[in-house]
Each structure stands twice: as C-alpha cells, then as structure tokens.
C-alpha cells in the first residue's frame, strides 16, 4: 500500500532505487514475518491468474522473500525455470533462504534492477526467453514503469503474457487513520500515486501496456482483507512492509504525539476483542504479447 515520489523526467532513477533498496533492506529481516499472512496469499493469486504451467520459464520482478516466486516456481515444476529479481540484498537473501528450504532447484533470486533487467548475474535475459513475467505490489515502486514494460514484452517470447498486481482503493475506514498520521511525516503519503502514474487507474495502466506493445490487457479487482490481533500488532505490520517509509520520516522527536494520535484512530476500528482488518482491493492485470 505504498508509493513513492518519483524524480523528474531526466532522473534515470538511481537514487530512487537506493532508496528503495534501503527501504526493503530494512524491512527484510520482519516481512511476512509478524504472524500477518499477506503478500504470500497475493503471491498465489497472482501466479494463478498469470496462467504459469508446467515446464515454462517465468521473469518475477520484484521478487522480494518469495511471494511469488515460490508458487511460480511450484506451478514450472522441475523441468521449468523461475528467477527472482529484486534490487534488495536483504529480500533476495530471504527469498534463496526459503527456496533452498523447499528444495526448490528450478527457483533462483538475484539481486539487481528488474527495471532494467540487465546484468544478472548467471541469468540469461535474451529477447523472447520467458513465457511469463510477472510482478507481485512491485512495479509501482520502480521509477520508470513504463520502460520496465517494454523490457518485458522484449523478454517474452510470442504468446508470452505479463501479469501483475497493485492496489485498487484503500479501506476508507482507514483513512482517519492515515490523516492522523500525516502532518507528522516528511515523506509523501504512502497513499498517494504521482499524478501521471499508469497506477492512478485501470484504464491508464492499460494504456501504457498497449503502448509498449502488450495486447488484450484485463484488470480483475479483489478484496485483500488484512487482520491485525490489536493496535501493537498492525504498528509491528507496517514496521514489517514499505509502510515503515512514512514512519521513518517522522523526527524522533515528534514520534509519540504521532502515534498518540494514530492510535485515538485505531480504537474507533477495534472490534469489542481489540482486533483490527483492513479490506483494500487488489487489482491483478494481465496482457499478452502477440
Ligand atoms: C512490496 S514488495 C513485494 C515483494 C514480492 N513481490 C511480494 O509479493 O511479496 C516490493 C518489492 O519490490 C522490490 N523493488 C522495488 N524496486 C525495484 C527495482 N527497481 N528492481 C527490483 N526490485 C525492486 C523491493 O525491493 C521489494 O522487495
């Protein structure tokens, strides 16, 4: 559930990446690791409406721990092949570690850009390699969406397909928990897409899809319900994701008038137990290239 703000039409993005990668660095040691199924549950949506079967050699952008690369690799079987991209070391360590634990020998995760999907190490990235590429609440973190698109159809074979996911609305039940926490931060609201974003709707994505080359885009839009036990669980959560972004922008010093303020808002969500859940919607898109 989050973006970044994005540099101007000349930056080639490399601070932004950085940034990024720190960001995820940080993040890698509690992702998915907070007793929140999240991204894993997504992860196997997404593989299963990309079509990925046996034997086919599959591009995952953005790879992070392994949320999809794990069932993308599961869905190739043995006589395929799955590889991770990810530009965080941190994340690409956790996804390797959970591919060796499963014995996956047909996955592998590297660290690199999967912007450019260039220079990685041991991986062949000739034009019309992949039969899929896909993209797990990646893409909109990348400083240049549309030129990763057309990589992708240039590394799809005929008939090869992209599938990716990214947030459709938020819960508007969270919102005054967002605008409690706002003025404390620097950093944008982890809420807001840039206003020329081809996330910023269905119909723009598609566009840009078309424009590179991709034909026959459709966009599906689920629920992505998130449960939290109490206010101290959903805090180690967003810890635990890029949400951490906005928090880190906080100065120390202001931190605990923010959460103050931030948790006045999480009791009006408690349930009579003190649980909380989140309903976004998650939108999955997937084009072919002809
Ligand atoms: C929200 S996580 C999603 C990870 C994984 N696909 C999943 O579904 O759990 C976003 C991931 O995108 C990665 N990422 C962001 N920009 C990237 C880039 N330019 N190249 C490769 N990975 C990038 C981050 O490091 C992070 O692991």
Redesign the pocket.
């Known amino acids: 559930m989050s973006s970044v703000a994005h540099g101007g039409a000349a930056d080639t993005g490399a601070e932004l990446?950085a940034e990024?990668?720190g960001l995820?660095d940080r993040s890698a040691p509690t992702y998915?690791r907070v007793g929140v199924e999240h991204?894993a549950d997504?992860?196997r949506r997404l593989v299963a409406r990309s079509g990925t079967s046996a034997g086919q050699r599959v591009l995952?952008?953005?790879?992070?721990?392994g949320?999809?690369l794990v069932p993308a690799a599961l869905a190739v079987g043995a006589e395929g092949e799955a590889v991770g991209?990810?530009?965080?070391a941190g994340?690409v360590a956790r996804a390797r570690a959970e591919i060796d634990r499963l014995g996956l020998t047909q996955a592998r995760a590297v660290t690199?850009?999967?912007?450019t999907v260039t220079g990685l190490d041991g991986v062949s990235t000739a034009p019309g390699s992949f039969d899929a590429v896909l993209a797990?609440?990646?893409l909109f973190?990348?400083p240049r969406p549309q030129a990763a698109v057309s990589r992708y159809r240039e590394l799809l074979r005929p008939g090869g397909r992209f599938a990716v996911s990214w947030w459709g609305r938020q819960d508007p039940r969270w919102e005054p928990v967002f605008a409690a926490g706002a003025p404390y931060g620097t950093a944008g609201s982890s809420h807001r897409l840039p206003e020329d974003s081809p996330f910023r709707s269905v119909d723009a994505l598609h566009a840009v899809l078309t424009e590179a080359g991709f034909a026959g885009a459709e966009t599906v839009e689920e629920d992505c319900v998130t449960r939290f036990e109490d206010a101290d669980h959903w805090w180690r959560w967003v810890w635990s994701?890029?949400g951490r972004r906005f928090w880190e922008s906080v100065p120390a010093s202001r931190r605990q008038e923010a959460e103050a303020a931030v948790n006045r808002e999480l009791t009006r969500l408690q349930a009579p137990d003190g649980s909380l859940s989140s309903s976004v919607r998650v939108r999955f898109t997937v084009a072919g290239r002809p």
């Open positions: 990446k990024i990668a995820f998915e991204f997504l992860g995952d952008a953005g790879c992070g721990t949320a999809v991209v990810d530009i965080s994340m690199g850009d999967a912007e797990g609440i990646s973190f990348f994701t890029a």
